[in-house]
Nanobody, 113 residues
Framework: QVQLVESGGGLVQPGGSLRLSCAAS????????MGWYRQAPGQQRELVAS???????VYATSVKGRFTICRDDAKNMVYLQMNSLKPEDTAVYYC???????WGQGTQVTVSS
């Protein structure tokens, strides 16, 4: 029902910043709670940040204070601003409607010196 395309990943040094973008289409975007997930090799996919239709946000403890999720419903976009990046943030990052089980390609984030 929804198609999501992630972008903005790359290689960054520890302490650096990246902004991930998610473009959505194919559904009534503004009605859904949206999330950013990440998955490192050999690890389970985890929800790191989410935002409700009303703009309320929830963050995983590991990223709280460093990551910020926001949405622009007029543009059908969701963003994840990542600051003070750590090597343990290295993963493939995905956006999705929270609860949906169909996944896109994601975008690779690598934090390394």
């Amino acid at each position: 029902q929804v198609q999501l395309v992630e972008s903005g990943g790359g290689l960054v040094q520890p302490g650096g910043s990246l902004r991930l973008s998610c473009a959505a289409s194919g559904t009534i975007f503004k009605l859904y709670r949206m999330g950013w997930y990440r998955q490192a090799p050999g690890q389970q996919r985890e929800l790191v940040a989410s935002i409700t239709a009303d703009g309320n946000t929830v963050y995983a403890t590991s990223v709280k204070g460093r990551f910020t999720i926001c949405r622009d419903d007029a543009k059908n976009m969701v963003y994840l601003q990542m600051n003070s990046l750590k090597p343990e943030d290295t993963a493939v990052y995905y956006c999705n409607i929270v609860g949906n089980t169909s996944w896109g390609q994601g975008t690779q984030v690598t934090v390394s010196s």
